[in-house]
């Protein structure tokens, strides 16, 4: 997550302390119905993972996704992307979003190019939506 703040605007924003509270806020199931999908080598060399949550109740979100700069444009997004959708249509979520910056161009096409419409946001972020 922290890496991912970093690339996309500049600047962590969060401590390490709430960055690690926001991951396992993820996976206590009191707290929220979320995932995280890791990618992983046999090896046990992790390229990228994706955190999910239910956000409402018909909408699944991507909080964020990560690859790792070396591992990338090779696909390994786009799975990432894949085993979220099916997770969200698991819990039988209508629709799946994520959040980014305006200009983070990379995300948006991998969004785009996977079926999901882009809308203005607030504070320089744009919204990808699509109907599962
Ligand atoms: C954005 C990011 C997750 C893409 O990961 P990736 O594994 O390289 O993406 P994939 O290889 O699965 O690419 C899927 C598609 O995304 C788009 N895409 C990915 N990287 C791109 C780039 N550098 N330029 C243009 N399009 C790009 C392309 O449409 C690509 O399909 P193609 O390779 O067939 O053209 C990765 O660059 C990253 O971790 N960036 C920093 C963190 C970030 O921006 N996270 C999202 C904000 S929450």
Same mark, same amino acid.
């Given at each position: 997550?922290?890496?991912?703040?970093?690339?996309? @605007? $500049?600047?962590?924003?969060?401590?390490?302390?709430?960055?690690?509270?926001? *991951?396992?806020?993820? @996976?206590?199931?009191?707290?929220?119905? $979320?995932?995280?999908?890791?990618? *992983?080598?046999p090896s046990g060399?992790?390229?990228?993972?994706?955190?999910?949550?239910?956000?409402?109740?018909?909408?699944?979100?991507?909080?964020?996704?990560?690859?790792?700069?070396?591992?990338?444009?090779? $696909? *390994?997004?786009?799975?990432?992307?894949?085993?979220?959708?099916?997770?969200?249509?698991?819990?039988?979520?209508?629709?799946?979003?994520?959040?980014?910056?305006?200009?983070?161009t990379r995300l948006?096409?991998?969004? @785009?190019?996977?079926?999901?419409?882009?809308?203005?946001?607030?504070? $320089?972020?744009?919204?990808?939506?699509?109907?599962l």
């Open positions: 997550m922290r890496r991912t703040l970093i690339e996309v @605007l $500049g600047e962590s924003l969060y401590t390490m302390d709430w960055l690690e509270r926001r *991951v396992r806020y993820h @996976l206590d199931p009191l707290q929220c119905t $979320g995932q995280i999908f890791l990618s *992983v080598l060399e992790r390229l990228g993972y994706t955190i999910v949550r239910r956000e409402e109740a018909t909408l699944g979100l991507f909080s964020t996704t990560y690859v790792e700069p070396e591992w990338r444009r090779r $696909g *390994v997004a786009q799975a990432l992307l894949q085993r979220g959708q099916e997770w969200m249509r698991e819990l039988g979520l209508a629709r799946a979003a994520t959040y980014t910056a305006e200009a983070n948006h096409q991998l969004y @785009l190019n996977n079926g999901y419409a882009l809308f203005p946001s607030q504070n $320089g972020f744009v919204k990808l939506i699509k109907e």
